[in-house]
């Protein structure tokens, strides 16, 4: 069956290095007290249809410019890109340090986040990605602390950092089985290109083995018809063509 470019992500960054007297509630500690600025310690992708889940992480010096260079051109050849809470917290902290380091990016990408789905789709009791997971029986996330952070940007610990990567990589996979199973209650955002350009086709998959599911009129009297796909189940909904009529 063929596949979308759709690309799964997870980040994974440090805490601010600052200088502060106290500690405690209702404390301000303002950014002059940064000593060293946040980063992107790690991105973590796959491919859909590819079982490989790549790695990117910082340098020795713990500069993300590298990993975001990289990055970007992965991200810019995506039709896709998924992320649970990535519109809100992966894409702008990429955004954010691509805009330090003078790194271009395109305005706008299709994207698709798995919390929202769970937020307006759903009623979970929690909408984290570990909740999710295991509600859905899918496995559960690495478990880490705070210590695991510090021995990385601290200690700059080479052991930590692979455990950190093994973080961000399960995530990723626990990413790309929960969008499975939440995009059946969704509608594609772009449609499958390939060789055959007949638009009558899938857009999710391109497959052709298409069944009626529901046939609606608007008030102004414009029909639409759900498309069920027998190849890979997603539904989707189009003007009734003089064809199908």
């Not at 600052?18 to 992708?45: D, H, L, P, V």
């Not at 759900?226 to 539904?235: G, L, N």
Request: glycine share 6%; charged share 30%.
């Amino acid at each position: 069956m063929p596949i979308k470019k759709r690309l799964y992500f997870d980040i994974e960054v440090s805490g601010n290095i600052g200088i502060f007297w106290q500690t405690g509630y209702k404390i301000s500690i303002g950014t002059e007290n940064i000593i060293k600025e946040r980063a992107i310690i790690c991105i973590c992708y796959k491919w859909e249809g590819e079982k490989e889940v790549h790695s990117l992480h910082w340098d020795s010096k713990q500069s993300d410019k590298k990993l975001l260079q990289d990055f970007v051109k992965i991200a810019n050849s995506a039709l896709e890109l998924v992320g649970h809470n990535g519109d809100r917290y992966d894409l702008p902290w990429v955004r954010t340090r691509c805009l330090f380091h003078g790194i271009d990016m395109f305005p706008n990408y299709v994207t698709i986040d798995t919390l929202k789905i769970a937020r307006s789709k759903f009623r979970f009791n929690s909408n984290k990605l570990d909740y999710i997971a295991q509600f859905l029986g899918m496995g559960k996330k690495i478990k880490t602390d705070f210590g695991l952070w510090k021995s990385i940007l601290i200690d700059k610990d080479k052991d930590a950092m692979e455990k950190m990567i093994k973080y961000c990589k399960m995530d990723v996979i626990l990413l790309e089985k929960i969008y499975k199973q939440l995009s059946l209650h969704t509608e594609p955002k772009t449609r499958y290109v390939d060789k055959c350009k007949d638009r009558g086709n899938c857009p999710e998959c391109g497959g052709t083995r298409l069944i009626r599911a529901a046939t609606r009129i608007s008030v102004s009297g414009i029909k639409k018809v759900s498309m069920k796909c027998s190849d890979c189940y997603r539904i989707h909904t189009k003007m009734e063509s003089k064809n199908e009529k």
